[in-house]
């Protein structure tokens, strides 16, 4: 088991990973963000650079998730840098787990 998942195009080529983000799953916000490696973009235009180490990985820079989540549809923000298999929620994250750090989740194998 991984602690990301490897997302890849009809080519086989990875394009990137996602992986599961326990303060987005707490608040009912998703649960995982999708990190393009670069050259990949994702919609936004947005790339991370990836360190290649899957079991503990370090992606830069920073990850920023914004959406719309729950009843009123209000704008949830969540903030985090992955570094050596570790999220740092930063304070600015709309969830419980702002200012925390913790290990990544392993990915069932499906
Ligand atoms: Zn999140």
């Known amino acids: 088991m991984s602690v990301l998942q490897k997302v ?9 990973y996602w992986f599961i983000c326990p303060g987005c799953k707490a608040a009912s916000m998703g649960g995982a963000h999708y990190i393009p490696v670069n050259p990949n973009k994702n919609s936004l235009g947005a790339g991370w650079n990836f360190d290649g180490n899957e079991e503990k990985p370090t992606f830069t820079p920073s990850v920023l998730g914004k959406a719309k989540y729950g009843d009123d549809q209000k704008e949830q923000r969540c903030h985090l840098f992955v570094k050596v298999g570790q999220i740092q929620y930063l304070s600015d994250c709309d969830h419980e787990f702002a200012g925390q750090t913790v290990p990544m989740v392993k990915i069932e194998e499906v």
């Open 8 to 16: 890849m195009n009809q080519q086989n080529e990875l394009l990137g």
